[in-house]
Every structure is written in C-alpha cells, then in structure tokens.
C-alpha cells in the first residue's frame, strides 16, 4: 500500500479562513497562504523576506469552470507582493484573492533554485490545465547543476502534494494513475492503486456508449467514450465544462454526429462525467451501470459501505 504523509497545518490567527501555513515531515519546504484581505499581515512575516516562488489565484472572467494563476518567484517575496498589490494602471494585478507562497525552512533556496523552480511549475500548469495561466511567457532555465535539479524536482512533487490540502487544485495531474497490474510490474514497487470495475453508459436513442472507471477518488472517463455533440439541457455550470473540453480537444468530432474522447480524463464524480456525456444534467450514480454485473454505480458504493461496515463489526 502507498504510505500515508504527514501535512501540519497551523491558523495563524485561529480562524479557517486567514493566515495559515503548512508543511510536510522531512520537507524543508514551507507554505504560507492567505486571502488578498489578509496581505499587511502576510507581508510582516519572516518567510516573506525569504527566497521563494508564489501563487496569485484568483477567478476567471471568461471561464467560472477554472482559476487564474500566475506563478512567480523572487528573493524577496514580500517586497514583489506589494508590487502585485497595486492597481493595474500602476503594474499590479486586479484579478487574484488568494496567495501561496512556498520558501524554505533551512534558507537554501537560492535565486538559481526558485527561478528553476518557477520553470517547473509553470510547464506542470501548463501541462496539467487545470487553470488559466496569467504568466506571458515561460523562460527555461537551465542553469542549475544536475543535483540542484533533482532536488528542485522532489521539492515540486513535494508542492504538488501540499497544495490541493489547501484547496489549491492548479497543479494536480489530470492522466489517469496506470492500473494495479501496471504498478504492481514494477520492481519494488510496494503501491497499490486504488480502481473500481469499469462501468459503462449509453444513450441508445442517440448511439451514445461511454465507459468510466473510478480511481483514487476520481471518475475518469477513457479514451475512445462517446459523448453528446452539444448541451442539450438547461443552462448549468457543467455547460461551460462541455465547451471547455470541446475547445481543449479533450473531446474531438467522432464521426454520426458524436464526440470522442481522445484521452482518459478526470471528473469530480460520476455525475459531471455523466452530463458530459449526455450533454445535460444527469445522476451519475444511477446512470453508470458494471459491465459484468449492470450494478449501477450507487448500487456498488453501497455495496462496499456494507462489506466495510460489516467487516469492522466483525473484528469487536
């Protein structure tokens, strides 16, 4: 089984929705977050004097389905916030309400270090898609020795891992985890990737056949499903979601009218998987049926909420 990590979160000022930091046991890394409201206190901090990189999220006027970021870096992170800080017209930025700022508890991050590290981060956003870049350009930086360059990618994976705990999804990998047979072929490897049956769903009315399958906690529709050309439905937040994934080509024209998905791709649960797919609101728990058993979706969660339950009886 994949071990568990150890994420100690500290309120600053007590309450959910100010100041907070985060770290991670055997990380050098450290994480400092808050709402734009809170920045005069932010930028009195220790560790905004440091050397680091840093998140500005904040929505999206064109796409409510995703956030705006723009990912920087500086050896005085403070000072480049206040600058953040001013109006448009002065060379700030109007549009985030939250920032994140990563340093390092022991101070060796070097300028080096963050501006490979901004390098990383922003090809990870990129790659990822998960959000709205507010960065024009992306420079590679190369400078940085073969060793340097391994740290700053375990200090990555180490961001990658702490950031969706405080709610910040940007950086989380959409490609679907490879299958248990896949992990358990590697040599050595000791994790165990959690996966559902695969399940199934059509629209014979409309020639539709979708198949999807649950893994870590997400519902990942595979490559090859069918789906409905348009929203058919009322007008709801998953509409935006349909275009989105129509213009990313995460979904292309598959011929009689239908789209095809052209990878596996993740949903936050059965049911946005399924108004993608029907092109309108649909109850994904109902709708997903096994292809070995025609359990639907809601049938097979309930089923293993009752295994669970009955065997934790069992053991008192």
């Excluded at 904040?58 to 990912?71: H, K, T």
């Excluded at 009315?205 to 009322?234: C, D, M, N």
């Amino acid at each position: 089984m994949t071990q568990g990590r150890s994420i100690r979160l500290f309120l600053v000022d007590g309450t959910p929705h100010g100041l907070l930091t985060a770290e991670i046991m055997n990380w050098t890394g450290h994480v400092l977050t808050g709402p734009r409201g809170k920045l005069s206190e932010l930028v009195q901090r220790p560790e905004c004097g440091r050397t680091g990189v840093y998140f500005l999220v904040g929505p999206d006027a064109e796409n409510s389905a995703r956030p705006q970021v723009y990912i920087g870096e500086s050896d005085d992170v403070g000072k480049r916030l206040k600058q953040h800080n001013r109006t448009e017209e002065q060379g700030g930025k109007d549009f985030w309400e939250k920032v994140c700022l990563i340093t390092s508890k022991d101070q060796n991050l070097t300028k080096a270090h963050v501006k490979y590290l901004e390098s990383l981060l922003i090809q990870q956003a990129q790659r990822v898609g998960r959000c709205t870049l507010n960065n024009n350009t992306r420079h590679d930086y190369i400078g940085l020795p073969e060793a340097d360059q391994a740290d700053m990618a375990f200090f990555l994976e180490q961001i990658r891992t702490v950031l969706p705990v405080l709610g910040f999804e940007f950086l989380r990998d959409a490609s679907r985890p490879p299958s248990r047979d896949a992990v358990e072929g590697l040599a050595g490897s000791t994790s165990e990737v959690q996966e559902s049956p695969r399940f199934r769903m059509t629209l014979p009315k409309h020639g539709i056949t979708a198949y999807g399958q649950e893994t870590e906690g997400e519902f990942f529709v595979l490559e090859g499903s069918h789906a409905r050309s348009a929203w058919v439905g009322p007008a709801h937040g998953y509409q935006r979601l349909h275009q989105q994934l129509c213009e990313e080509g995460v979904v292309v024209e598959g011929g009689d009218g239908l789209l095809r998905f052209t990878r596996d791709y993740a949903f936050s649960s059965p049911s946005a998987a399924a108004a993608m797919v029907s092109g309108r609101t649909s109850n994904g728990r109902a709708e997903w049926k096994r292809e070995d058993t025609g359990q639907s979706y809601g049938e097979w969660q309930d089923q293993l909420v009752s295994e669970a339950a009955g065997a934790g009886a069992d053991e008192f």
